[in-house]
């Protein structure tokens, strides 16, 4: 079964730049100089021009050395770039990434619910919102049937990706390197008689899946629950996250994965769109 339940800022009034407060001011017990530091860097390197080593080691009063490690260390990891005729450090389009992201997960949130609500009223199953994690998928949302035997699910929950429809359904569209990447070392355990634990026949059936536009589980991950999923894609063309209805196997019958598969795909369809995503294909 598919599972997934007195603050100081550092900008002054009257548009003073930001500076690290001495030691002397009162500090929560929790604040990890080292991090403050880092933070305060990349915060000015976003709304200032680029900045170099020495700039900043005045500006912070930090010693240069200090100053160029975390420098190195962000630009290491991509949220910096280095001017290679002046050495000064910007902010990379990577942090721009990250609050993207943010911004597209929260409005995710408020478009989808009150779709979860029609379909879980609709079929009278657990409708889900989960997107996928590295190897995993990670639930954002439910909306829980109202029958006594039902699927429990938990937002915040992970659960593996090739055995699940939500995670499938995101594996298949994954880019043949991050596909490649993903099954790198990693163990399709097999957790019901029904798992995919083949490398090869995973590859085969998520073919399937990009194909047809919608993924079952067949009681790949629990005994006795079946689940049918469909993807949402945003105003990039990116598969984002999957809606999914999942309930017990003997509620779960052809005939109504039939059901909930022509309203599942139309109601992801009216996620995308409300995303951004225009272009639909028709599935």
């Known amino acids: 079964m598919e599972e997934v339940n007195s603050k100081t800022s550092l900008q002054e009034k009257g548009g003073k730049k930001k500076d690290i407060p001495s030691e002397t001011e009162q500090k929560p017990y929790f604040l990890l100089s080292s991090t403050k530091k880092v933070f305060t860097i990349l915060e000015i390197l976003c709304e200032e021009h680029e900045k170099s080593i ?26 910096l770039e280095q001017n290679p ?7 990379s389009l990577k942090i721009f990434e990250l609050g993207n992201a943010v911004i597209n997960r929260k409005g995710l949130l408020s478009v989808a619910h009150p779709f979860l609500e029609k379909l879980a009223k ?5 409708a889900n919102l989960g997107y996928l994690n590295k190897r995993e ?11 006594s035997l039902r699927m429990d699910t938990k937002v915040g929950f992970r659960v593996p990706a090739y055995c699940t429809a939500i995670g499938k359904i995101l594996l298949a569209h994954l880019s043949k390197a991050e596909l490649k990447d993903y099954l790198k070392d990693h163990n399709l355990l097999q957790l019901t008689t029904n ?51 999942a309930g017990p196997s ?30 639909l294909v028709m599935k």
């Open 54 to 79: 020495s700039e900043l080691a005045k500006r912070l009063n930090l010693q240069r050395s200090n100053v160029h490690r975390i420098l190195s260390t962000l630009r290491h990891l991509g949220y």
């Open 85 to 91: 005729d002046t050495g000064n450090y910007s902010a």
């Open 122 to 126: 609709q079929f009278r199953e657990t």
């Open 137 to 147: 998928v990670i639930y954002l949302d439910k909306v829980e049937s109202t029958e």
């Open 195 to 245: 798992t995919i634990n083949s490398p090869e026949k995973l590859m085969k059936s998520l073919t399937q899946i990009q194909e047809q536009g919608y993924a079952i589980d067949n009681e790949e991950f629990y005994e006795g629950v079946r689940c049918i999923s469909s993807p949402i894609i945003n105003h990039t063309r990116k598969v984002i996250a999957s809606v999914s209805i």
């Open 250 to 279: 003997v509620r779960m019958n052809n005939d109504k994965l039939a059901q909930i598969k022509k309203s599942l795909l139309s109601v992801t369809d009216e996620i995308s769109i409300k995303l951004g995503y225009q272009t």
